[in-house]
C-alpha cells in the first residue's frame, strides 16, 4: 500500500486561520520552539499556508481572507514543563485564562492562556514533579 501521508505528520493536523499568521507562527517558535516544515506566501508577502512542528505534531497556519475568515480555537498541548511553558507565554504577551494547577485526581498539572490570535491554549504536564 502507498503512503497515504507525508512523512512524520499525524493523521489529523489542527488548521488555524488568522489575522496575523507571521504574528502567531513568531510566538509559536518562541513558546513551544516551533520549526518551520513548509511555506507558501501571498504575493503580498503574507501567509497562504504554513505547517509547523511542534514537538511530535504539525499545526498549520494561515492569513485570513475575505474568502476565510479568521476563525478561534482551543488546542491542548502536552509540555515537558507547564510552569516554564505557561511564564514564556505571559512574558511573550499572551493573556493568562488560568495558571498551572493540577486538579484532584487528574494526573496532569494544567495552565492556561489566550494567543496573539485569541487562541485558547491549554498546556499540561503529567505528573508533573516539582
Same mark, same amino acid.
Given at each position: ?11 489529523? =493536523?489542527?488548521?488555524? /486561520? ?15 520552539? $516551533?520549526? +518551520?516544515?513548509?511555506?507558501?506566501? &501571498? ?5 497562504? &499556508?504554513? +505547517? ?5 505534531? /504539525?499545526?498549520?497556519?494561515?492569513? =485570513?481572507?475575505? =474568502?476565510?475568515? $479568521?476563525?478561534?480555537?482551543?488546542? &491542548? ?39 496573539? $490570535? ?5 498546556? =499540561? ?6
Amino acid at each position: 500500500m502507498k503512503d497515504y501521508k507525508p512523512t512524520q505528520y499525524n493523521s489529523l =493536523s489542527p488548521y488555524l /486561520i488568522v489575522d496575523d499568521a507571521q504574528k502567531l507562527v513568531d510566538l509559536l517558535k518562541t513558546i513551544f520552539d $516551533a520549526k +518551520e516544515k513548509r511555506r507558501f506566501d &501571498h504575493p503580498d508577502g503574507s501567509i497562504a &499556508h504554513i +505547517e509547523l512542528i511542534l514537538d511530535d505534531s /504539525i499545526i498549520m497556519i494561515s492569513n =485570513s481572507t475575505k =474568502s476565510y475568515p $479568521a476563525n478561534k480555537t482551543m488546542l &491542548h498541548m502536552y509540555v515537558p514543563d507547564v510552569f516554564k511553558t505557561f511564564d514564556l507565554a505571559i512574558k511573550n504577551g499572551c493573556e493568562a485564562i488560568e495558571k498551572p494547577i493540577n486538579k484532584g485526581d487528574d494526573p496532569d498539572t494544567r495552565g492556561s492562556f489566550y494567543d496573539c $490570535a485569541e487562541n485558547y491554549w491549554s498546556v =499540561s504536564t503529567q505528573n508533573y514533579i516539582k
